[in-house]
């Protein structure tokens, strides 16, 4: 437990050097928009290969795919119910709430978690490949249909290979599962590069907090609840009963599968928001929200779950 919690401080105060960047301004208004692709197009995908080419193929592949998945998909059924059914909302607005409420920053924040706190940077990856391969071209399709009235077939089955993170994390698969040992000088670049993508994504986040509002007059907050209470709170016991019931996970297998549900939500899902022209600021509180009051959450799960 006592890991775990240093695991936490570290990811803490490297955030607020990351506020407190942003606060005096001292790279300049342009800063996080860098800093965001750097990781995007090359830090992250670095490291997601780098971890991928030498991870147990057995992991990626293990019970937490599936529990993942199935709650992802409970969280994103209940609130398409009640955005569609009770409050009668547009299609293209329950579509981004449903993403906001089972889809989690597995890449940002997920991978300094599975770092510092899970021990172990693959932990995420099965996460993030669900969630680019699956989820996003879904999303991506019913928004596309219900905002312009077309199905830009090409945009969709493109998008996989145009993703440097899906691009990186499936080489990287592909040299787990075929056994092929790189040689040092080919290895240690991208070790050195994706190194360099925790402490960037931290520091970025940092950086976005500064001058945030989040439920706004005006906004639909009760969106922004409901997303964020199904996200933080519904998500990971939904993993923990399943984990524990139905697949009879116990000790870390156990706490890694409740951790990776009580991640916040993803900052895809505000830029999904904004590429289509909908729910942008129930995209964004919620981003917020569930990014700060996730390391709440994830506290209290460690102290409960985390063996030792």
């Known amino acids: 437990?006592?890991?775990?919690?240093?695991?936490?401080?570290?990811?803490?105060?490297?955030i607020a050097v990351g506020y407190l960047i942003g606060r005096i301004d001292l790279l300049g208004p342009s800063a996080d928009r860098v800093l965001s692709r750097l990781a995007f197009f090359v830090l992250s995908?670095?490291?997601?290969?780098?971890?991928?080419?030498?991870a147990d193929v057995r992991h990626l592949f293990s019970a937490l795919l599936p529990i993942s998945a199935l709650a992802a998909v409970i969280d994103i059924v209940a609130f398409l119910v009640i955005a569609l059914l009770v409050w009668r909302r547009s299609i293209p607005e329950a579509t981004i709430g449903a993403l906001a409420s089972g889809y989690v920053n597995a890449n940002n924040i997920g991978l300094p978690v599975s770092v510092y706190v899970l021990g172990d940077a693959?932990?995420?990856?099965?996460v993030i490949l669900l969630q680019l391969i699956v989820l996003a071209p879904i999303a991506l399709t019913v928004l596309d249909v219900t905002t312009s009235g077309t199905l830009s077939v090409r945009r969709i089955l493109l998008q996989p290979v145009r993703n440097p993170l899906i691009i990186g994390s499936l080489l990287g698969v592909i040299v787990a599962v075929t056994g092929l040992r790189l040689p040092a000088p080919v290895l240690a670049p991208l070790q050195l590069v994706g190194a360099a993508a925790v402490p960037v994504i931290l520091l970025n986040f940092g950086m976005s907090l500064h001058g945030s509002r989040v439920l706004a007059a005006g906004t639909r907050r009760r969106d922004v609840l409901l997303a964020s209470t199904l996200k933080l709170a519904a998500m990971p016991v939904i993993a923990w009963l399943l984990g524990h019931f139905v697949w009879q996970l116990?000790?870390?297998?156990?706490?890694v599968v409740v951790v990776l549900a009580a991640l916040p939500t993803a900052q895809n899902v505000f830029n999904y928001a904004q590429r289509y022209g909908t729910a942008v600021t129930l995209a964004r509180d919620t981003v917020l929200i569930t990014t700060a009051a996730s390391i709440v959450v994830l506290v209290v799960v460690a102290a409960l779950l985390a063996p030792g």
């Not at 006592?2 to 570290?10: D, Q, R, Y």
């Open 45 to 54: 995908p670095a490291l997601l290969f780098t971890v991928l080419a030498g």
């Open 1 to 14: 437990m006592v890991g775990v919690l240093i695991g936490f401080a570290i990811i803490v105060a490297v």
């Open 122 to 126: 693959s932990s995420s990856a099965p």
């Open 250 to 255: 116990r000790g870390h297998q156990l706490f």
